[in-house]
């Protein structure tokens, strides 16, 4: 079977009989605030080549030199194995627990969620099963310290995958598109999750998230247009439109664009004076807001 990335691989296994391929269907609209209106299918478009790491780079470079030295002192490990993880079901609820909070929090209070469920076999790999998951009432959840509303989001997660609403297979072999409309069907998880999801989980080369507050802020830094503002009580840094249109001539390889424009806002490798180092740091007493503002968009 190909990846979603056209890289063979062995590793997944076909469906069961009974499950077949998620048709492909037309797309709704993102019920994003936009000045335009994109389907999912016009703003995720699937690789029609497999891809190459290195060539990626190349194309990078033969856009911006700028990359040269970026790729040189980052070498983008996330594409480094094309392999998309074998246990989707873990991977969002992981996303759901590391939410808000910090990732050592995050690690613990997986931990003790995975300790509330047996593991006769004391595999160090054991991961409940979604079955496990919604046999299991709220205050337990909860007491491995989640939210109210991530014990619920987890619910809704297992419940998707014990109802067969979503199977691993769907995520592997279904269009981008279809896979972001799957994932957002399920409560808490939204377009930015969906998009993290794509790009670390299925590896996926081609996704460029708009609404992620660190890319916008990266960008707006790579063109030379950054400036701390709010729109309308909430910060942005760059239009979705502008975003979209910068990031164009680097398909099909926005992830990584993506990704190294996370490593540029928190890099001053280009900074070569003092009038922008001082625009590149941002304002200890606006980070938490900033933040918290970031969350808040995600989902």
């Known amino acids: 079977m ?14 069961p009989k009974g499950i077949t391929k998620t048709p492909k269907t037309r797309a ?6 936009r000045k335009h209106k994109l389907t999912l299918e016009e ?13 990626a780079y190349k194309h990078l470079k033969s856009i911006d030199s700028r990359f040269e030295k970026l790729i040189e002192k980052y070498p983008c490990t996330v ?9 989707p079901f873990k991977s969002l609820i992981d996303s759901v627990v590391g939410q808000q909070v910090s ?4 690690k613990a209070i997986l931990r003790r969620f995975v300790g509330l469920f047996s593991n006769p076999n004391q595999d160090d790999d054991f991961f409940p099963s979604p079955i496990d998951v919604i046999k299991t009432d709220l205050d337990t959840l909860r007491s491995a310290g989640l939210s109210a509303q991530k014990a619920s989001y987890v619910t ?9 609403t979503i199977t691993p297979q769907m995520l592997y072999e279904s269009s981008t598109a279809n896979v972001v409309q799957l994932l957002t069907n399920i409560k808490g998880i939204g377009i930015w999750s969906a998009e993290m999801f794509l790009v670390f989980a299925l590896k996926s080369p081609d996704i ?38 910068t990031a164009e001539p680097y398909r099909p390889y926005r992830s990584l664009f993506m990704w190294y424009m ?38």
């Open 43 to 55: 703003l995720y478009r699937d690789p029609v080549s497999p891809f190459s790491l290195s060539a």
């Open 79 to 87: 594409f480094e194995d094309l392999t998309p993880v074998q246990n």
């Open 156 to 164: 809704a997660i297992a419940n998707a995958f014990a109802s067969k």
């Open 262 to 299: 996370w490593r540029y806002d928190g890099t001053d490798l280009f900074v070569e004076n003092s009038k922008e180092k001082e625009q590149e740091s941002i304002k200890e007493e606006l980070q938490e807001e900033e933040e918290k503002e970031q969350i808040k968009n995600q989902d």
């Open 28 to 33: 709704p609209r993102v019920q994003t605030p």
């Open 2 to 15: 190909k990846t979603r990335s056209g890289t063979l691989i062995s590793s997944v296994s076909k469906s």
């Open 208 to 245: 460029l998230s708009t609404g992620d507050l660190a890319v916008q802020r990266g960008m707006s830094k790579w063109a030379g247009t950054f400036v701390d503002t709010k729109v309308k009580g909430k910060w942005k840094y760059m239009s979705e439109e502008d975003m979209l249109k």
């Open 103 to 106: 990732g050592a929090a995050a």
